[in-house]
């Protein structure tokens, strides 16, 4: 089953245009697929990025963020974990950070570290 969230534009604005090639426009949502095994980031109607799991029981192991490259330096690799662990968080699961992305994410957001397995 898709789970769907909205996620806060903390975006840096890119500077050009809306609608331009490289630019983020539109509402952020972070989606997981877990048929997939990923959680996937759209911006508007595109997708902007995916963070790649696997599943140990009721621990999910973080191995991989990706973001377009054309959409970089505009938080969106933020918005897609802070999404991910949001609704890991609502499903009361525990995480493995091995994606060095996340785990640099969870040392600036110490609100999340009761989500790391122990």
Known sequence: MERSYRVRALWVPCGRAP????????ELRVIDRPAELAYRLYAGER???ELRYTRQGDRLVLIHTQ???????QGLGSALVRGALDDIRARRLEIVPRCPFVRRY???HPEYADLVAG
């Open 19 to 26: 609608g331009t090639v490289g630019c983020v426009d539109g």
């Open 47 to 49: 997708e902007a990025g």
């Open 67 to 73: 973001v377009d490259r054309s959409l970089g330096r």
């Open 106 to 108: 969870l040392e600036r």
